[in-house]
């Protein structure tokens, strides 16, 4: 008997995950590009404080959370591609306008710009990749598309301090670079995603059908319950790994946003090293995502307790940082906590939160998730430099953020164990 589905590609599942992964790279390019360079653009601008530099970021992740839950609700309502392009046409513009600024004002009307236009990706990109990677590769897959902002890392820091520090060359030339790559980015996205109102229908055998439909289930059972549960987006349990993302996340914007200035201004290190020492986050967070990932799908019942040894370990690390006498040591402290911190952790929170989400609200939850943790990303950069003005060091911004660290995984671990309780 035959009857009529839609069919994507072949392998579509593979695209999607190497467009999201290649997405966050380009995104994180234009995170990392702009803080080696403060002093370049101070030239630019006129002398500013720390607290005004660090607004910078701050601005730009204020237009990025601003647009969570609602690109949420709307990746739900109208589609993936739909929200997207305009979307990425609108960051472009916003980093655009970044090099052609001649006061702090403009930079930071530019960043917002930036921050709302890539609001739209986050839902977008993790409900494609809910709805069309198989359930036993949920995790790995999340990891590899999560790996992206490794590279970008590694690629805006020491890009950005060879091609401004080394080679003298404007800084408005890497704003250039990454605005060309968000318009190619907008091109991929309209050429390789496809829209599900326009997918194909084909006639295809029962069997055939059958086996669709087995293999979308088994995506939906992994990303989302089959009943719904009390409490929606806020159930406890999410609200307490909306918590722990926030705290995971201050401690990483800090450490993204002030570490170049801190290793500049306070151990003396200058120049293109900046960008390497920093970038060693980067270098061993691939692997650690990767085999955490691949750890919670094996042992898909103990997420929680990967996730608190997770967060336990980058508290040590994010605190053991300050404490570090010599660049040596500080690169081998950042190695670890690029294997154990944040990155590491995303994939397995990320995939424990779909876990819980409810059918039917799986860009919202998320959307709701990253909310949470990126409105983190809003405070700790404009904080941190408001006490290096206040106090001339940033140590006391870094023990902040470990105190948070450790405060965040005591609840989730609070919650944890009631809800297991329950059941």
Same mark, same amino acid.
């Given at each position: 008997m035959e009857t009529t589905a839609k069919t994507y590609p072949a392998n579509y599942w593979k695209r999607i995950v190497f467009t999201f992964c290649m997405g966050w790279t380009i995104i994180w390019i234009y995170r990392a590009m702009l803080s080696p360079i403060y002093s370049e653009i101070q030239g630019t601008i006129g002398q500013q404080s720390n607290a005004a530099m660090g607004l910078i970021s701050s601005c730009y992740f204020f237009g990025y959370t601003a647009l969570q839950i609602p690109s949420g609700f709307l990746v739900d309502k109208f589609g993936q591609k739909k929200v997207l392009i305009p979307g990425f046409i609108f960051f472009a513009l916003g980093v655009f306008s970044i090099a052609?600024?001649?006061?702090?004002?403009?930079?930071?009307?530019?960043?917002?710009?930036?921050?709302?236009?890539? /609001?739209?990706?986050? /839902?977008?990109?993790?409900?494609?990749?809910?709805?069309?990677?198989?359930?036993?590769?949920?995790?790995?897959?999340?990891?590899?598309?999560?790996?992206?902002?490794?590279?970008?890392?590694?690629? /805006?820091?020491?890009?950005?301090?060879?091609?401004?520090?080394?080679?003298?060359?404007?800084?408005?030339?890497?704003?250039?670079?990454?605005?060309?790559?968000?318009?190619?980015?907008?091109?991929?996205?309209?050429?390789?995603?496809?829209?599900?109102?326009?997918?194909?229908?084909?006639?295809?055998?029962?069997?055939?059908?059958?086996?669709?439909?087995?293999?979308?289930?088994?995506?939906?059972?992994?990303?989302?319950?089959?009943?719904?549960?009390?409490?929606?987006?806020?159930?406890?349990?999410?609200?307490?790994?909306?918590?722990?993302?926030?705290?995971?996340?201050?401690?990483?914007?800090?450490?993204?946003?002030?570490?170049?200035?801190?290793?500049?201004?306070?151990?003396?290190?200058?120049?293109?090293?900046?960008?390497?020492?920093?970038?060693?986050?980067?270098?061993?967070?691939?692997? /650690?995502?990767?085999?955490?990932?691949?750890?919670?799908?094996?042992?898909?019942?103990?997420?929680?307790?990967?996730?608190?040894?997770?967060?336990?370990?980058?508290?040590?690390?994010?605190?053991?940082s300050i404490l570090a006498s010599n660049a040596s040591i500080l690169a081998i402290v950042l190695l670890a906590y690029g294997f154990l911190g944040k990155l590491a952790v995303d994939p397995v929170l990320i995939s424990f939160v779909s876990d819980k989400a409810e059918p039917g609200k799986m860009a919202s939850t998320l959307g709701t998730f990253n909310f949470f943790g990126m409105s983190s990303s809003v405070v700790a950069p404009w904080l941190t430099g408001l006490i290096i003005d206040k106090t001339g060091s940033g140590e006391i911004g870094f023990y902040i953020g470990a105190g948070l660290l450790i405060f965040g995984t005591i609840v989730f671990l609070i919650a944890s164990k009631r809800a297991a309780n329950r059941v």
């Open positions: 052609f600024a001649r006061n702090l004002m403009m930079i930071y009307l530019g960043a917002v710009a930036a921050g709302v236009g890539c /609001g739209t990706y986050y /839902g977008a990109a993790f409900s494609l990749t809910a709805q069309h990677v198989p359930a036993e590769k949920k995790g790995f897959s999340t990891a590899i598309v999560n790996s992206g902002s490794a590279l970008g890392m590694i690629l /805006g820091l020491t890009g950005s301090s060879f091609v401004v520090k080394q080679l003298q060359l404007p800084w408005q030339t890497m704003v250039f670079i990454s605005a060309g790559l968000i318009v190619f980015l907008v091109i991929w996205f309209a050429v390789m995603i496809i829209d599900s109102s326009k997918v194909p229908v084909q006639s295809v055998t029962t069997s055939k059908v059958e086996e669709m439909e087995k293999v979308e289930n088994e995506v939906v059972e992994n990303f989302a319950p089959v009943t719904e549960t009390k409490g929606g987006l806020f159930k406890k349990e999410l609200l307490a790994s909306y918590l722990l993302y926030f705290t995971t996340c201050y401690a990483y914007y800090l450490i993204v946003t002030w570490l170049p200035n801190f290793l500049e201004s306070e151990r003396g290190i200058t120049g293109s090293m900046i960008g390497v020492i920093t970038s060693m986050i980067a270098v061993t967070a691939v692997p /650690g995502a990767l085999f955490f990932a691949k750890l919670s799908d094996k042992h898909k019942n103990n997420k929680e307790k990967i996730i608190i040894g997770l967060e336990i370990a980058a508290f040590i690390l994010v605190a053991g």
